[in-house]
């Protein structure tokens, strides 16, 4: 999975680094990425970021994003919900 995201000029200078994490549905965090920064044409900057998920089973997740300043305390944060695959249908009761 790839993961693009477009850093604000209003806290681009804060910014020492962007962390993204895939999180499970009991907190446990399953992938890790430090990404890369790019300044695009001058004017925006890029981190973008990736995540092998071919290890992780199907089902719901939480893509957390975290840029953080020099000493490591956060300058901002977003999280965002991920579908891996599709999960296994629950079973239903026969009749």
């Not at 477009?6 to 994490?21: L, N, R, Y």
């Amino acid at each position: 999975m790839y993961g693009i995201v477009s850093i604000s000029p209003t806290i681009e200078k804060t910014v020492a680094k962007i962390e993204g994490k895939i999180v499970d549905a009991d907190g446990k965090v399953r992938k890790t990425s430090a990404g890369n920064r790019e300044k695009l044409d001058g004017v925006a900057i890029l981190w973008r970021g990736s995540w092998e998920l071919f290890d992780v089973p199907p089902g719901v997740y939480t893509l957390e994003l975290t840029a953080l300043d020099k000493e490591g305390k956060v300058v901002t944060s977003r999280r965002d919900i991920l579908l891996h695959e599709n999960p296994p249908s629950p079973k239903r009761a026969e009749p």
